[in-house]
């Protein structure tokens, strides 16, 4: 592709890749900039922010001197990112990776950047320009070993360069430049401390744990569970996901950034870097329908301690180390392209959101079916969270969305409060968890059925509407499709509220959310989650040939490789919102295996 172009500084969402090492991800832009990366943990400040602020937010620059075009791909079913520079006057390869610490001594973090000169002769410039505290720190450049260090409080950061030139610190920066001839190799690597002895390794080293990173990608991507036509889209979608879990904990994040905006200008720009509830069950069964029994186990049981913390209640999100507070407030960054506030937290952890517990007992009653077991007190606590829907359930909220307006009385939330009834009641007839409270889900998953039929359904649309009263309807009501609601209509009202959402919801192939008040200025774009779950529904509703297009041509969406943001404009197809962002990767993974599995029966 051609150079790519910047508006103020800012570099498309679409623009970028994602590298990481289970622990924190960085962003890269084809045009060789690292813009974004926290610093030890995906969810702590950051140390490259140029992202939000191209001035002020710091970044890691690599580039050709001239003018250049751009190729770029991930190494076939890897994590490592590789772009090709070509010039007038030469070719040159660079592959970027966060290496796993899999040889010698490595650092607390790691960046490495392999350069290549493959044709002609490249001059290269790079600069270092780190900005710890998002920007906030009282950042310090200096040596340590005569290498140069980047320190503020507990954070260090070394700058290792190898045939890239010597490095020159100047105030901001650490800078150096030099010639790519054909058959040159320059390495620089990033080594990172968090309160910790910061160390310096070896060329050998770093070039060594570069390519076994390489190598335990391609061997984690090749026991994925999946053959079908879409399989380069889900073992993309399946890597993204696994950069998004933090392997500490085994808590996904729901996005690897922070207030990306969902309007250019506006104000719906939040923070993603939590693992969300509602996501929990869409996790679980992907994570099981492509064969990652590993990580499937760790996040199941994360789930169960980090919800124990604020048991009955279910937190809507939690940190990755569990911790269920997330209190937001505003950084004085510029904001991408000038969209403001920047937060970091998200006040919406202090919600109630009922869907949760539905999501919460259906991603037990998944793991127990593919042969987890639950320990006494887990199972008392699974049976109390039923219990606590019978309390709940006819009691208003925020509803899957999140909307900062009025609660009401979410027809989604209703229909999961259901499914979570349901799935106790089936882990209750299995002995799983304990079965006194079995009458009474009984009882009440048949008032909330009664519930959604008599007040939520609209006979004039032929759709269930958001929540009683309401004149439109709401995309988030595609999921009881996936989730086994049964609303005794034979999936004929289902169909029909599918049906009704594309039609007043829909753009093409993408949807938008809803279109109702949500207690905020401004619009947002097509949820890309939504589109997969479309054809998910569709496929499970009998609509097999008709979900099978619309998969082909969500699946182009996706950017030069393979990621997806939050939303997308539906004119220009720009991406907006967090990125990469795994609710979109995850439908797409469970989008694809039920084609597969619905073929299949035929």
């Known amino acids: 592709m051609e150079a790519p172009?910047?508006?103020?500084?800012?570099?498309?969402?679409?623009?970028?890749?994602?590298?990481?090492?289970?622990?924190?991800?960085?962003?890269?832009?084809?045009?060789?900039?690292?813009?974004?990366?926290?610093?030890?943990?995906?969810?702590?400040?950051?140390?490259?922010?140029?992202?939000?602020?191209?001035?002020?937010?710091?970044?890691f620059r690599l580039a050709p001197d001239e003018r250049y075009t751009v190729e770029r791909r991930y190494l076939d079913e890897t994590n490592v990112l590789e772009t090709t520079f070509t010039t007038g006057s030469g070719a040159v390869?660079?592959?970027?990776?966060?290496?796993?610490?899999?040889?010698?001594?490595?650092?607390?973090?790691?960046?490495?950047?392999?350069?290549?000169?493959?044709?002609?002769?490249v001059a290269m410039s790079w600069s270092v320009e780190p900005r710890f505290g998002y920007a906030g720190g009282n950042t310090r450049l200096g040596t340590r070993a005569d290498r140069p260090v980047a320190t503020a409080g507990s954070e260090a950061l070394a700058v290792n360069s190898w045939g890239a030139g010597d490095p020159r610190i100047s105030d901001d920066a650490i800078r150096g430049s030099f010639v790519a001839e054909a058959g040159d190799a320059s390495l620089i690597a990033l080594s990172i401390a968090h309160a910790t002895p910061l160390v310096l390794p070896a060329r050998r080293e770093v070039a060594e744990r570069l390519s076994k990173t390489i190598d335990f990608w391609r061997q984690w991507a090749a026991r994925r569970h999946y053959g079908g036509p879409w399989r380069e889209a889900v073992v993309r979608s399946a890597l993204a996901l696994k950069l998004l879990i933090y392997s500490p904990s085994g808590a996904i994040a729901a996005a690897a950034t922070t207030s990306l905006p969902e309007e250019i200008g506006g104000v719906r720009n939040w923070d993603y870097r939590y693992s969300w509830i509602r996501d929990s069950s869409a996790t679980l069964d992907a994570l099981l329908r492509l064969g990652c029994p590993a990580e499937a186990e760790a996040f199941f049981w994360w789930l169960m301690h980090a919800s124990q913390l604020s048991h009955p209640k279910l937190r809507i999100l939690y940190r990755l180390n569990g911790v269920p507070r997330s209190p937001e407030r505003e950084l004085p960054l510029h904001g991408y392209r000038g969209s403001r506030p920047v937060r970091i937290g998200n006040a919406a952890g202090g919600q109630d959101q009922l869907d949760v517990y539905g999501h919460?007992?259906?991603?037990?009653?998944?793991?127990?079916?593919?042969?987890?077991?639950?320990?006494?007190?887990?199972?008392?606590?699974?049976?109390?969270?039923?219990?606590?829907?019978?309390?709940?359930?006819?009691?208003?909220?925020?509803?899957?969305?999140?909307?900062?307006?009025?609660?009401?009385?979410?027809?989604?939330?209703?229909?999961?409060?259901?499914?979570?009834?349901?799935?106790?009641?089936?882990?209750?007839?299995?002995?799983?968890i304990p079965d006194?409270?079995?009458?009474?889900?009984?009882?009440?998953?048949?008032?909330?059925?009664?519930?959604?039929?008599?007040?939520?359904?609209?006979?004039?649309r032929r759709a269930y509407m958001r929540f009683p009263g309401a004149e439109d309807s709401d995309a988030g009501l595609l999921l009881p499709s996936l989730l086994g609601y049964d609303d005794g209509a034979g999936g004929e009202r289902l169909l029909s509220t599918a049906r009704h959402i594309q039609a007043t919801l829909g753009s093409g192939p993408l949807l938008h959310r809803y279109r109702g008040d949500d207690g905020l200025p401004g619009t947002e774009g097509a949820f890309l989650a939504c589109s997969f779950w479309l054809v998910d529904a569709l496929a499970r509703l009998g609509q097999l040939a008709e979900a099978e297009r619309l998969m082909d041509r969500i699946v182009r969406l996706a950017?030069?490789?393979?990621?997806?943001?939050?939303?997308?404009?539906?004119?220009?197809?720009?991406?907006?919102?967090?990125?990469?962002?795994?609710l979109v990767h995850l439908a797409l993974i469970n989008a694809a295996v039920t084609l597969e599995e619905e073929r299949g029966r035929r």
């Open 559 to 582: 950017n030069d490789v393979g990621l997806y943001s939050e939303e997308m404009d539906p004119e220009g197809l720009e991406f907006l919102g967090n990125i990469p962002q795994g």
């Open 436 to 460: 006194e409270g079995l009458g009474r889900w009984q009882q009440a998953r048949e008032e909330i059925a009664e519930f959604v039929s008599e007040r939520c359904w609209s006979e004039e």
């Open 5 to 59: 172009s910047r508006s103020d500084g800012h570099a498309p969402i679409g623009d970028y890749a994602a590298i990481g090492d289970g622990r924190t991800v960085a962003l890269v832009a084809s045009d060789g900039s690292v813009d974004w990366l926290c610093l030890p943990e995906l969810d702590s400040a950051s140390a490259f922010a140029a992202l939000l602020d191209p001035q002020r937010g710091g970044c």
């Open 93 to 121: 390869r660079v592959t970027d990776a966060m290496p796993l610490p899999l040889v010698g001594l490595a650092p607390d973090r790691e960046l490495a950047r392999s350069i290549e000169g493959i044709g002609g002769s």
């Open 360 to 432: 919460l007992l259906q991603t037990a009653w998944l793991y127990c079916g593919a042969g987890g077991t639950l320990d006494r007190d887990t199972a008392g606590r699974l049976a109390a969270t039923a219990d606590l829907i019978c309390d709940l359930w006819r009691q208003p909220d925020s509803g899957i969305w999140e909307v900062r307006s009025t609660p009401a009385h979410f027809t989604q939330s209703k229909m999961m409060c259901w499914v979570g009834l349901e799935r106790a009641g089936r882990l209750a007839n299995d002995g799983r």
